[in-house]
């Protein structure tokens, strides 16, 4: 199986013998690729809708890897019982999304050993919501795939860095610490589009405009200071 560059770095976090559930699996191709490769002994492949859970069924099907993949539809982390797996990947879709979903199974991640989390958008918010609930991150990576940035988070609990600074939970603080030219184009992307949320809030006549103005300038502070710093090592 050839997977997308983003799936690619997806899977290269995951530790030998880890027993994993992908939720949002879509068509499985995470977790058919772990367990046909030997990289996990089993897992679990969830999604809410029932067009997905048919396409994760016939990747499953067609690998023959029925006995080791089990494909479940639910909501969330509902599909899971407690102990049930290692790590949980959740991937390809919105920050918002994932916090909720974090949020909601919250219960089910007592005896889990680490989360894999790629948001599309909102990284802040997952950062945030981990620093609030026990979780460290431990590692990150940065994915450039067809002109968008795919921050990719791995995560622990009671392990890790933890941090209230804006700047590193936006743009992520194990990505800040290994710096290079990749990180180097997403602070600037991000600077970019922090100084056009700024232009646009200089015309607007909404009143309640000025927090946010002062929270999105100390941000783009911050981003730049990095950026000087990431441009110099």
């Known amino acids: 199986m050839q997977l997308s560059g983003r799936l690619a770095t997806l ?15 879509d068509h499985a191709y995470v977790p058919v ?36 993949i ?3 539809q639910g909501n969330g982390l509902q599909i899971l019982s407690p102990g049930e797996v290692d790590m949980i990947i959740i ?42 609930s026990g979780w460290g991150i431990v590692d990150e990576r940065l994915v450039l795939e067809r002109g968008k940035f795919y921050p990719v988070i791995i995560c622990e609990q009671n392990r890790g860095i933890v941090t209230e600074d804006p700047v590193a939970l936006e743009i992520g603080p194990r990505l800040l610490e290994k710096g290079g030219p990749l990180v180097e184009r997403f602070l600037e992307k991000r600077s970019r589009e922090c100084a056009g949320i700024l232009d646009g809030l200089s015309r607007s006549t909404n009143p309640l405009k000025v927090e946010k103005q002062q929270r999105i300038t100390k941000l783009l502070r911050g981003i730049k200071e990095e950026l000087i710093r ?4």
């Open 230 to 233: 990431v441009r110099k090592s």
């Open 70 to 72: 089990e494909v479940r």
């Open 11 to 25: 899977v290269e976090c995951v530790r030998p013998d880890t027993i994993i559930a992908d939720i949002g699996t």
């Open 91 to 132: 991937a390809g879709m919105g920050g918002l999304l994932i916090e909720q979903i974090l949020s909601e199974g919250k219960d089910k991640l007592q005896n889990v050993n680490s989360l894999l989390l790629q948001p599309n958008n909102h990284a802040f918010e997952v950062r945030s919501w981990l620093m609030g």
């Open 33 to 68: 690729y772990l367990v046909e490769k030997g990289i996990c002994p089993k897992a679990i492949a969830g999604d809410l809708n029932a067009g997905p859970v048919e396409s994760a069924m016939n990747t499953v099907e067609s690998y023959g890897l029925e006995t080791k």
